[in-house]
């Protein structure tokens, strides 16, 4: 073992309370002393990852450089961090046993019978300590998905438990964060919920050594002590979470009630003088804005915001980098046509039509790229966005009526959009696409050459269909530019229509890779044009 500490924060009572806020928040507290931090997310689920499934029942798809499809808690831990993560950094109970299955037909476990404990156990340890025995880290913070007690997460629990044994108290340590809910009726906090967890947690074997405690009130120093004998820890190791006013606001409370410090005396660690001042000018930003803008996000998933959660922060990110508040208005591509697209869209400063994937709702995003465009509203497509712009374009610009996607009619007889080349054989669904990080040439004098200022970038992708190159010089000869190209393959990543004041559509995911720190260069210069359409009005 490595002289790494580990930090284990598992969840009680009710889901969403913010593990991954709260995980991501300690951890930007101590990477501001200077240590070197990592955090990892072990989900229970048995999906192998994320990649399969609806947006509707887990959120967005967060992916990494190296092309891994991972939780969306992945993209808080590098928005508050501003380091990439990894394929390492998030596995499921699906990539676990199908990595000690593959081991057991292999004969690694030698005849012996495969078990939760040890075989399981085991496989979960060793991806624990991965990111830790890599030396590249000081402290590795890990994050239990789910609600201790339920069925699925006790082999992680387990893991946990055997892992502080082998460690000892001085290298790992427990947070757990609970509810204390406040009973309107009674007029008063209630700290049982929270016994109840810990207790849960206690009878798998697992003592709690910090609570975290989310309340919409203040909690006072009697229910600080009352949690604390009743749950087994020190006083000062029990920390209010209450509701904040922004997710960005959350690592200055934990400041305040000293997680950081608590942390670092549990795990014998030096104090260090801590640097957050690029943090809070970025809150500072953000809380005192000059200026508001209305921008519209065009999706089939809007009514569940962490569809888009990567879209809405690198808003908040690229907001404050303009000294101005964004206003996100999220309309439904399915129920936007023609008829209603002006009525919906005219007060907007700005249009992003978002990613997906099939046919519902994309006539509804074509609509609004017509309007956009012949409205002179900026626009950014991403991802699907970007083939619904050069479909509108084919259709309303260069009379072919049939174009559309394969996608969406694999029939068509103009498929502006068509299958990759390498796409075509694939059966399993799963983790397939075209994933990850790749270089992308811009055109000098493109808008999205002068938002970059570079000449070459990397983003990351995910998707199977592509710009049918075929199409390539009649699209660019109406009017639409092709000003950004994959070196390697040629594919046509950045479409841009110069007679138009800021129209832009990227095949990649740039909100992938917006950080507070460093908000991504296309959002920013996006808001800015947004802000002087909205001057010009």
């Not at 104090?271 to 005192?288: G, I, T, Y």
């Not at 994959?486 to 950045?494: A, H, I, R, S, Y």
Request: aromatic residues 8%; negative net charge.
């Amino acid at each position: 073992m490595s002289n790494t500490k580990y930090i284990f924060v598992t969840g009680g009572v009710t889901s969403s309370l913010g593990k991954g806020i709260i995980a991501a928040s300690l951890a930007k507290l101590l990477q501001a002393q200077k240590y070197r931090v990592t955090i990892q997310k072990f989900d229970p689920y048995i999906n192998v990852d994320p990649g399969t499934l609806n947006p509707y029942e887990h959120g967005e798809c967060f992916v990494t450089d190296d092309g891994a499809e991972t939780d969306l808690d992945l993209g808080h831990y590098e928005r508050f961090l501003n380091v990439s993560t990894s394929q390492a950094n998030n596995v499921t109970t699906g990539r676990v046993y199908q990595s000690v299955i593959d081991k057991e037909r292999k004969g690694v476990f030698l005849g012996k019978t495969v078990q939760v404990v040890p075989h399981i156990t085991n496989e979960i340890k060793e991806r624990m300590c991965l990111l830790g025995e890599s030396g590249d880290y000081d402290i590795v913070i890990t994050e239990i998905g789910g609600t201790v007690g339920d069925i699925e997460s006790l082999p992680y629990v387990e893991a946990v438990r055997q892992l502080i044994w082998e460690l000892g108290d001085e290298n790992a340590m427990v947070i757990h964060l609970t509810l204390v809910p406040y009973l309107s009726a009674a007029g008063e906090l209630k700290t049982k919920p929270t016994q109840h967890s810990v207790k849960t947690l206690m009878e798998s074997g697992v003592k709690a050594n910090i609570l975290v405690c989310r309340t919409e009130h203040e909690i006072s120093d009697d229910i600080k002590r009352k949690l604390a004998l009743f749950c087994n820890v020190k006083q000062e190791a029990v920390i209010e979470s209450i509701d904040a006013e922004t997710i960005y606001d959350v690592p200055l409370l934990m400041l305040d009630e000293g997680l950081d410090q608590v942390v670092l005396n549990m795990l014998k660690l030096e104090s260090r003088a801590s640097d957050l001042d690029q943090w809070k000018e970025f809150l500072r930003k953000h809380k005192n804005p000059k200026e508001q803008i209305t921008i519209g996000l065009i999706g089939k998933y809007v009514e569940l915001q962490d569809s888009y959660k990567s879209i809405l922060e690198s808003l908040i990110h690229s907001g404050a980098a303009n000294e101005v508040k964004v206003k996100v208005e999220s309309i439904h591509s399915e129920f936007l046509n023609a008829e209603n697209v002006f009525e919906k869209l005219k007060n907007l400063d700005g249009v992003i039509v978002a990613p997906g994937f099939g046919g519902r709702g994309t006539e509804g995003k074509i609509d609004a790229v017509r309007y956009v465009r012949e409205n002179n509203i900026p626009f950014l497509g991403i991802c699907l966005g970007m083939q619904m712009a050069v479909i509108e374009h084919a259709r309303n610009v260069m009379g072919l009526k049939d174009a559309n996607s394969i996608e969406m009619d694999e029939h068509c007889t103009e498929p502006l959009i068509s299958i990759m080349e390498n796409q075509k054989t694939i059966t399993d669904m799963g983790g397939t696409m075209r994933l990850g990080a790749w270089d992308c040439d811009l055109s000098e004098g493109s808008l999205a050459h002068k938002a970059y200022g570079k000449n070459t970038i990397s983003e990351r992708h995910r998707h199977r269909y592509e710009f049918n190159d075929q199409y390539r010089k009649e699209v660019e000869a109406s009017g639409l530019k092709a000003t950004g190209i994959n070196p390697k393959t040629g594919l046509v990543e950045v479409v841009e229509n110069p007679d138009h004041p800021w129209f832009v559509g990227v095949q990649y995911h740039p909100e992938y890779k917006s950080t507070v720190l460093n908000p991504h260069p296309l959002f920013v210069d996006f808001v800015q044009a947004s802000l002087q359409y909205n001057h010009s009005k």
